[in-house]
């Protein structure tokens, strides 16, 4: 009886310290604009791709009207490490081809989990 008593406590206190945390989320669309680097040589990476966005957001301020501006991203280094962050999160291989493939509508969110962030990418519209 005692173990069910702490067990419903633990469960009712919400969850724990380290708990995934949304850090930020933005929309943007992914444009013919963002698919190429400053060079002109074309993207094949979604993390690539997403990375180019945030450049052109930030850096460049070449922006899509529906692109939501962000913090997490106004930052070189941390655009830098995209790819990394899209390799802990938990976004599809049809997400990863819509991006490579097309001019999604996506939504970006950014978690953060003792000490590293990750990312997560879903397709609004085509």
């Known amino acids: ?3 069910l008593c702490v067990l419903l406590v633990l469960l009712m206190s919400g969850p724990p310290a380290f708990a995934d945390q949304l850090i930020e989320s933005y929309i943007a669309r992914l444009s013919a604009n963002d698919h ?3 060079s002109g040589k074309r993207l094949t990476s979604p ?3 997403i990375r180019q966005d945030r450049a052109n957001f930030h850096k460049f301020h070449i922006r899509d009207w ?4 962000d913090h997490f991203f106004q930052d070189a280094n941390k655009r ?6 899209l390799e802990r999160g938990f976004t599809s291989g049809d997400v990863y ?5 097309g001019e999604p509508l996506v939504r970006v969110e950014i978690y953060g989990v ?11 519209s085509e």
């Open 1 to 3: 009886m005692k173990i």
């Open 36 to 38: 190429f680097n400053s």
């Open 47 to 49: 993390a690539m791709i």
């Open 66 to 69: 529906e692109d939501e501006d």
């Open 80 to 85: 830098e490490i995209l790819q990394k962050m």
């Open 97 to 101: 081809r819509a991006i490579v493939n």
């Open 114 to 124: 003792m000490g590293q962030a990750y990312v997560n990418v879903f397709i609004l």
